[in-house]
């Protein structure tokens, strides 16, 4: 069975803190994606990967960077965070195929 | 730009209702359509649509596609307190992004 493992059930940072939200997958899956989900908007992609050390920009990719080191680990960085990005923060995976995609317990991130 | 609609945003229902979930879109290079429950924690695959007409069901859970009119339903029959959860759709465009519906909060009363 695929596992998500996102590191944080739940966060609580400080306006300008640099944030990082992990995410590591056990499938060597090949396609990575971080979503935020905010009520009444969905699921909205930020960034997603493809393979290692490469990125794609999502639909709302501004405030946020990632990184693709290995191709387990998926990580979504905050470089200053701010309030407008208190959110669930939901990490997927998949492999290259048609197949679905399998989540992360997600993150809730809070910025004070 | 891309869009998935999905209706009602919120229902409530008894035990032993059926419910229809609706979900309708507008996508540039259309591959399929999945629907996803999300209880607490993560969102978890129920189906995976990519022809018109071919119902798919698991258990009490049914779903079809119809592609021509851009629109998918997701039935629930005889509902249990356990189906309440938040039903997400969406829509995978070209090969790498899916599009998500707001998802519609489900309800259901003992």
């Known amino acids: 069975d695929v596992k998500v493992t996102q590191s944080s059930r739940y966060l609580v940072k400080r306006t300008g803190e640099k944030v990082f939200l992990e995410c590591v997958q056990d499938?060597?899956?090949?396609?990575m994606f971080w979503y935020r989900q905010d009520p009444g908007l969905g699921l909205r992609l930020i960034y997603f990967s493809y393979d290692v050390k490469m990125k794609e920009k999502g639909d709302i990719p501004e405030g946020y960077s990632v990184s693709r080191e290995k191709k387990e680990r998926f990580s979504l960085i905050l470089e200053s965070a701010s309030t407008n990005q208190t959110s669930m923060y939901l990490c997927a995976s998949r492999s290259r195929d048609n197949s679905p995609l399998h989540f992360g317990n997600g993150t809730r991130l809070t910025v004070t | 730009e891309d869009k998935v609609v999905q209706s009602p945003l919120s229902l409530v229902v008894h035990e032993g209702d059926t419910v229809t979930l609706n979900c309708s879109y507008e996508?540039?290079?259309?591959?399929?359509l999945l629907w996803y429950k999300q209880e607490k924690k993560a969102p978890t695959f129920l189906f995976m649509l990519?022809?018109?007409?071919i119902e798919k069901k698991s258990g009490r859970l049914s779903s079809i596609l119809d592609k021509k009119e851009l629109f998918s339903i997701l039935n629930i029959t005889a509902t249990q307190t356990g189906d309440s959860a938040v039903y997400l759709c969406a829509v995978k465009e070209g090969a790498q992004k899916l599009v998500f519906g707001q998802g519609t909060r489900l309800t259901i009363n003992p």
């Open positions: 499938m060597d899956h090949e396609n």
């Open positions: 990519t022809s018109s007409g």
């Open positions: 996508v540039t290079n259309f591959r399929s």
